[in-house]
T-cell receptor, first 111, second 117 residues
Framework: GDSVTQMEGPVTLSEEAFLTINCTYT??????LFWYVQYPGEGLQLLLK?????DKGSNKGFEATYRKETTSFHLEKGSVQVSDSAVYFC??????????FGKGTSLLVTP | NAGVTQTPKFRVLKTGQSMTLLCAQD?????MYWYRQDPGMGLRLIHY???????AKGEVPDGYNVSRLKKQNFLLGLESAAPSQTSVYFC????????????????FGDGTRLSIL
């Protein structure tokens, strides 16, 4: 079945460092891909999405490009802030119209 | 903007007790979902609904039942709680959108933290 694999955390970075969180997927066809973010004590919020190959999703300085050649959707940000500390989830839509999530990557940004 | 509202936010149960978690959305969304979140496991789908009066099983449905009697509400029931059901439960909803709607984002509630002793 369809699945998502993302890099395990925790990831600790200094403020203004460059961030990459790797995400690869296995799927039949070309599902829509998402990144969600979860701040402590809260539910998940959509960060960005891409619906077809070569699409780039972007929001709040974060970017991810849908790469069908490498079946990847890596999340990047050029300069992280302390407020970006959260858990990040990569996800795809499976055939049952639900989201299939990766296990999440915890990010801690220190001043 | 209420969005997706889950009640209660916290609950402690004893093994064998029953309870119902309520999810309400005010966005007129067709699709609703229940997930559980456990450390190191990400989110796993319990049950979902594609419209009023319909429900379907997800990845981990055993021990849970659901009902969607009204479009805006999606109830998750535990008939006989077990310690393995200790988790954080999230409800989500999304619109049907164009086509199969698979590019529509899901909107999440803030979760219910449930402990079974």
């Amino acid at each position: 079945g369809d699945s998502v694999t993302q890099m395990e955390g925790p990831v600790t970075l200094s403020e203004e460092a460059f961030l990459t969180i790797n995400c690869t997927y296995t799927a039949t066809g070309y599902p829509s891909l998402f990144w969600y973010v979860q701040y402590p004590g809260e539910g998940l919020q959509l960060l960005l999405k891409a619906t077809k190959a070569d699409d780039k999703g972007s929001n709040k300085g974060f970017e991810a490009t849908y790469r069908k050649e490498t079946t990847s959707f890596h999340l990047e940000k050029g300069s992280v802030q302390v407020s970006d500390s959260a858990v990040y989830f990569c996800a795809l839509v499976d055939s049952g119209y639900a989201l299939n999530f990766g296990k999440g990557t915890s990010l801690l940004v220190t001043p | 903007n209420a969005g997706v509202t889950q009640t209660p936010k916290f609950r402690v149960l004893k093994t064998g007790q029953s309870m119902t978690l309520l999810c309400a959305q005010d966005m007129n969304h067709e699709y609703m979902y229940w997930y559980r979140q456990d450390p190191g496991m990400g989110l796993r789908l319990i049950h979902y609904s594609v419209g009023e009066g319909t429900t379907a099983k997800g990845e981990v449905p055993d021990g849970y039942n659901v009902s969607r009697l009204k479009k805006q509400n999606f109830l998750l029931g535990l008939e006989s709680a077990a310690p393995s059901q200790t988790s954080v439960y999230f409800c989500a909803s999304r619109s049907s959108g164009a086509g199969d709607g698979s590019n529509q984002p899901q909107h999440f509630g803030d979760g219910t933290r449930l402990s079974i002793l």
